[in-house]
């Protein structure tokens, strides 16, 4: 890691401080905090790593709208949480959830995303990787979808869902 990597590696520690502080002196609304603590590293990044924004965005972008709006949807219809009642729009998408929700998503993944690509991946690539670990890992991600498929089921979803 070089020094301006460094540099902005402590950005980004002291960045949620900041936000926090800004936050809670004006008393900022939902969007403008996610924007506040996801959007501007986000910005940051896409500055900083440009070659990989649109690498980025192709993973991200579908991953956090639909699993979103999957998740928040059968969340919020089986009583587990409520997200941000009063949005800032007008409109829910399938009457129940909110864009902060999915902005949060994407710009999380973004951020996530952005950050591997821009600190560690090239780390790892010239170091750790081999032709023969995609093996390694599908046969490590079809166990885990084995051995933790009990986990998928929902109790309350199926219960709401009898009586919508």
């Known amino acids: 890691m070089d020094k301006k990597q460094r540099a902005d590696l402590i950005i980004f520690l002291l960045w949620p401080i900041i936000s926090m502080i800004i936050s809670f002196a004006f008393k900022i609304n939902n969007i403008a905090s996610i924007i506040l603590f996801l959007g501007v590293p986000c910005a940051y990044l896409t500055i900083r790593a440009k070659r990989h924004v649109i690498k980025s965005l192709y993973f991200a972008l579908p991953i956090s ?38 902005l949060w998503a994407f710009l999380s993944i973004y951020f996530i ?52």
Request: aromatic share 22%.
């Open 65 to 102: 709208i639909i699993a979103m709006l999957s998740i928040d949807y059968i969340a919020q219809k089986s009583g587990s949480w409520e997200m941000y009642p009063n949005s800032i729009l007008p409109f829910k998408f399938f009457g129940i959830v909110t864009f902060e929700v999915v």
């Open 113 to 164: 995303v952005m950050f591997y690509e821009y600190f560690i991946h090239h780390e790892i690539i010239k170091r750790n990787w081999n032709f023969k670990m995609k093996y390694l890992m599908a046969g490590l991600h079809y166990l885990c979808l084995l051995s933790y498929s009990f986990m998928l089921q929902i109790q309350n979803f199926l219960k709401s869902a009898i009586f919508i």
